[in-house]
Protein backbone atom coordinates (compact mmCIF):
# COMPACT_ATOMS: atom_id res chain seq x y z
CA UNK A 1 0.00 0.00 0.00
CA UNK A 2 1.60 3.22 -0.85
CA UNK A 3 1.29 6.02 1.78
CA UNK A 4 0.46 9.23 0.82
CA UNK A 5 3.03 12.12 1.22
CA UNK A 6 1.10 15.02 0.10
CA UNK A 7 -1.52 16.99 2.19
CA UNK A 8 -5.14 17.03 -0.24
CA UNK A 9 -6.24 20.83 -0.50
CA UNK A 10 -10.69 20.99 0.60
CA UNK A 11 -12.75 23.87 -0.61
CA UNK A 12 -15.10 23.68 2.01
CA UNK A 13 -18.65 25.65 1.78
CA UNK A 14 -20.01 27.13 5.31
CA UNK A 15 -23.18 28.54 3.37
CA UNK A 16 -23.99 32.26 3.95
CA UNK A 17 -24.02 32.85 7.75
CA UNK A 18 -25.84 30.56 10.00
CA UNK A 19 -23.41 27.92 11.61
CA UNK A 20 -26.43 25.45 12.04
CA UNK A 21 -26.57 25.57 7.95
CA UNK A 22 -22.79 24.42 7.67
CA UNK A 23 -23.28 20.80 6.79
CA UNK A 24 -22.54 17.66 8.95
CA UNK A 25 -19.29 16.45 6.04
CA UNK A 26 -17.99 20.59 6.26
CA UNK A 27 -17.38 20.36 10.03
CA UNK A 28 -16.03 16.83 9.42
CA UNK A 29 -13.31 17.68 6.69
CA UNK A 30 -12.45 21.11 8.77
CA UNK A 31 -12.18 19.47 11.89
CA UNK A 32 -9.48 16.85 10.39
CA UNK A 33 -7.55 19.32 8.68
CA UNK A 34 -5.14 20.58 10.67
CA UNK A 35 -4.80 24.10 8.57
CA UNK A 36 -7.02 26.29 7.64
CA UNK A 37 -7.11 29.01 5.05
CA UNK A 38 -9.52 31.89 5.26
CA UNK A 39 -10.42 34.55 3.11
CA UNK A 40 -9.23 37.61 4.98
CA UNK A 41 -10.40 41.39 4.41
CA UNK A 42 -8.40 45.11 4.70
CA UNK A 43 -10.10 45.63 8.00
CA UNK A 44 -8.47 41.83 9.18
CA UNK A 45 -12.23 40.23 9.36
CA UNK A 46 -12.56 36.43 8.53
CA UNK A 47 -16.30 35.81 7.72
CA UNK A 48 -16.02 32.82 6.71
CA UNK A 49 -13.62 31.12 9.48
CA UNK A 50 -15.85 33.14 12.08
CA UNK A 51 -19.00 31.32 10.83
CA UNK A 52 -16.67 28.06 11.05
CA UNK A 53 -15.78 28.36 14.00
CA UNK A 54 -19.34 28.25 15.66
CA UNK A 55 -20.04 25.05 13.79
CA UNK A 56 -16.94 23.12 14.07
CA UNK A 57 -14.24 22.41 17.19
CA UNK A 58 -11.33 24.56 15.56
CA UNK A 59 -9.00 25.27 18.53
CA UNK A 60 -5.51 23.34 17.81
CA UNK A 61 -5.71 24.99 13.94
CA UNK A 62 -2.91 26.43 12.58
CA UNK A 63 -4.77 29.34 10.18
CA UNK A 64 -3.72 30.73 6.78
CA UNK A 65 -4.97 34.57 5.95
CA UNK A 66 -5.23 34.82 2.84
CA UNK A 67 -5.78 38.88 1.17
CA UNK A 68 -7.62 39.13 -1.59
CA UNK A 69 -8.61 43.29 -2.30
CA UNK A 70 -11.72 42.17 -4.53
CA UNK A 71 -10.27 44.80 -7.31
CA UNK A 72 -11.36 44.16 -10.59
CA UNK A 73 -7.33 44.43 -11.40
CA UNK A 74 -6.81 41.18 -12.98
CA UNK A 75 -3.25 41.77 -12.61
CA UNK A 76 -3.33 42.06 -9.08
CA UNK A 77 -5.86 39.36 -8.17
CA UNK A 78 -3.56 36.80 -10.23
CA UNK A 79 -1.01 38.38 -7.76
CA UNK A 80 -2.90 37.75 -4.74
CA UNK A 81 -4.27 34.02 -5.51
CA UNK A 82 -0.53 32.93 -6.66
CA UNK A 83 0.60 34.56 -3.29
CA UNK A 84 -1.78 32.08 -1.39
CA UNK A 85 -1.62 28.96 -3.02
CA UNK A 86 2.29 29.45 -2.88
CA UNK A 87 1.23 29.72 0.39
CA UNK A 88 -0.78 26.72 0.73
CA UNK A 89 1.81 24.19 -1.08
CA UNK A 90 3.98 24.44 1.45
CA UNK A 91 1.62 22.57 3.52
CA UNK A 92 0.89 20.51 0.98
CA UNK A 93 3.95 19.14 0.30
CA UNK A 94 5.12 19.07 4.24
CA UNK A 95 2.12 16.70 3.84
CA UNK A 96 -0.44 18.63 5.52
CA UNK A 97 -4.21 19.15 4.77
CA UNK A 98 -5.43 22.12 4.33
CA UNK A 99 -9.28 23.19 4.60
CA UNK A 100 -9.95 26.68 3.05
CA UNK A 101 -13.00 27.99 3.95
CA UNK A 102 -15.55 29.72 1.21
CA UNK A 103 -18.95 31.48 2.11
CA UNK A 104 -21.88 29.92 0.33
CA UNK A 105 -21.11 26.79 -2.06
CA UNK A 106 -17.55 26.34 -3.06
CA UNK A 107 -19.00 26.31 -7.04
CA UNK A 108 -20.66 29.70 -7.10
CA UNK A 109 -18.51 32.58 -7.75
CA UNK A 110 -16.46 31.21 -4.97
CA UNK A 111 -12.86 32.24 -4.11
CA UNK A 112 -11.71 28.84 -3.35
CA UNK A 113 -12.26 27.71 -6.78
CA UNK A 114 -9.89 29.60 -8.61
CA UNK A 115 -7.72 28.76 -5.79
CA UNK A 116 -8.01 25.03 -6.15
CA UNK A 117 -7.33 25.56 -9.93
CA UNK A 118 -3.69 26.90 -9.06
CA UNK A 119 -3.58 24.31 -6.57
CA UNK A 120 -4.00 21.87 -9.35
CA UNK A 121 -1.47 22.71 -11.31
CA UNK A 122 0.96 23.16 -8.76
CA UNK A 123 0.25 19.18 -8.58
CA UNK A 124 -1.82 18.57 -5.60
CA UNK A 125 -5.20 16.86 -5.13
CA UNK A 126 -8.26 18.91 -4.79
CA UNK A 127 -12.09 18.17 -2.89
CA UNK A 128 -14.71 20.19 -3.03
CA UNK A 129 -17.08 20.20 0.05
CA UNK A 130 -20.69 22.00 -0.88
CA UNK A 131 -22.22 24.39 1.06
CA UNK A 132 -25.58 25.93 1.23
CA UNK A 133 -26.05 28.67 -1.48
CA UNK A 134 -27.03 32.05 -0.09
CA UNK A 135 -29.52 32.83 -2.54
CA UNK A 136 -31.51 29.41 -1.37
CA UNK A 137 -30.80 30.76 2.44
CA UNK A 138 -32.51 33.30 0.74
CA UNK A 139 -35.36 31.81 -0.35
CA UNK A 140 -36.24 30.08 2.73
CA UNK A 141 -35.62 33.04 4.61
CA UNK A 142 -38.34 34.92 2.71
CA UNK A 143 -40.67 31.86 2.49
CA UNK A 144 -40.42 31.90 -1.20
CA UNK A 145 -39.86 28.57 -3.84
CA UNK A 146 -37.17 29.88 -6.26
CA UNK A 147 -39.18 27.94 -9.19
CA UNK A 148 -42.01 26.74 -10.02
CA UNK A 149 -43.15 23.90 -12.79
CA UNK A 150 -41.08 24.17 -15.44
CA UNK A 151 -39.94 27.96 -14.77
CA UNK A 152 -36.50 28.70 -15.41
CA UNK A 153 -34.16 30.56 -12.50
CA UNK A 154 -31.32 32.89 -13.75
CA UNK A 155 -27.99 33.58 -11.08
CA UNK A 156 -26.37 37.10 -12.01
CA UNK A 157 -23.64 38.44 -10.25
CA UNK A 158 -24.95 42.07 -10.12
CA UNK A 159 -22.28 44.48 -11.15
CA UNK A 160 -21.10 42.75 -13.94
CA UNK A 161 -24.44 41.76 -15.90
CA UNK A 162 -26.24 44.14 -18.25
CA UNK A 163 -29.09 43.49 -15.82
CA UNK A 164 -31.88 44.89 -18.38
CA UNK A 165 -31.50 42.07 -20.75
CA UNK A 166 -31.41 39.83 -17.31
CA UNK A 167 -34.58 41.13 -16.36
CA UNK A 168 -36.41 40.63 -19.35
CA UNK A 169 -35.77 36.78 -19.16
CA UNK A 170 -38.71 34.26 -18.29
CA UNK A 171 -38.57 32.91 -14.65
CA UNK A 172 -36.95 34.22 -11.00
CA UNK A 173 -33.68 35.71 -11.39
CA UNK A 174 -30.80 36.48 -8.35
CA UNK A 175 -28.93 39.08 -8.55
CA UNK A 176 -25.84 38.04 -6.46
CA UNK A 177 -23.14 40.45 -4.64
CA UNK A 178 -25.79 43.38 -5.30
CA UNK A 179 -24.67 45.29 -1.86
CA UNK A 180 -22.07 47.56 -3.76
CA UNK A 181 -24.04 48.13 -7.08
CA UNK A 182 -27.00 48.51 -5.65
CA UNK A 183 -28.03 51.88 -6.87
CA UNK A 184 -27.57 50.78 -10.27
CA UNK A 185 -29.36 47.60 -9.95
CA UNK A 186 -32.57 49.51 -7.87
CA UNK A 187 -32.46 51.53 -11.78
CA UNK A 188 -32.43 48.62 -13.39
CA UNK A 189 -35.11 46.88 -11.74
CA UNK A 190 -37.47 50.25 -12.11
CA UNK A 191 -36.87 50.52 -15.78
CA UNK A 192 -37.96 46.94 -15.66
CA UNK A 193 -40.96 47.27 -13.60
CA UNK A 194 -39.47 44.75 -11.15
CA UNK A 195 -38.97 46.55 -7.47
CA UNK A 196 -42.42 45.56 -6.34
CA UNK A 197 -41.81 42.01 -7.28
CA UNK A 198 -38.02 42.15 -5.54
CA UNK A 199 -36.68 41.74 -2.24
CA UNK A 200 -33.25 41.66 -0.28
CA UNK A 201 -32.10 39.96 2.26
CA UNK A 202 -28.27 41.72 3.88
CA UNK A 203 -26.18 39.51 5.96
CA UNK A 204 -28.68 36.34 5.54
CA UNK A 205 -28.40 34.00 8.54
CA UNK A 206 -26.16 36.49 10.54
CA UNK A 207 -27.10 38.24 13.45
CA UNK A 208 -27.24 41.58 11.50
CA UNK A 209 -29.92 40.37 9.30
CA UNK A 210 -32.08 42.35 7.26
CA UNK A 211 -34.86 41.76 5.09
CA UNK A 212 -36.36 44.23 2.29
CA UNK A 213 -39.56 43.75 0.13
CA UNK A 214 -40.70 45.17 -1.57
CA UNK A 215 -37.70 47.45 -2.54
CA UNK A 216 -37.82 50.97 -3.43
CA UNK A 217 -35.83 53.44 -4.86
CA UNK A 218 -32.99 54.74 -2.48
CA UNK A 219 -32.71 51.50 -0.61
CA UNK A 220 -29.46 51.44 0.72
CA UNK A 221 -27.63 47.74 1.56
CA UNK A 222 -24.26 46.22 2.61
CA UNK A 223 -22.04 44.41 0.74
CA UNK A 224 -23.17 40.42 1.82
CA UNK A 225 -26.88 41.51 -0.31
CA UNK A 226 -28.78 39.02 -2.07
CA UNK A 227 -31.84 40.20 -4.28
CA UNK A 228 -34.84 38.02 -5.78
CA UNK A 229 -36.94 39.10 -8.62
CA UNK A 230 -39.66 36.82 -8.92
CA UNK A 231 -41.83 36.61 -12.45
Known sequence: MELRTKGIFYCVGVGPGDPELVT??????????????????????????????????LGDKVIVPL??????????????YETGAQTIAGY?????????VNLGDVSIYATCTRMAERIKELGFSVCMIPGVPSFCAVAARLGESLTAEGEPLHIFPAGISDLDRALELEGTKVLMKSGRQLPGVLE???????????????????????????????T??????TIVVKE
Open 24 to 57: RKGVRTLEACPVLAAPRTKSGEMLALDIAQKAAE
Open 220 to 225: ESGYFS
Open 188 to 218: ALDRAGALERSALVENCGLPEERVVAPLEKG
Open 92 to 100: LEAGQDVAM
Open 67 to 80: DFSMTRDEKRRWEE
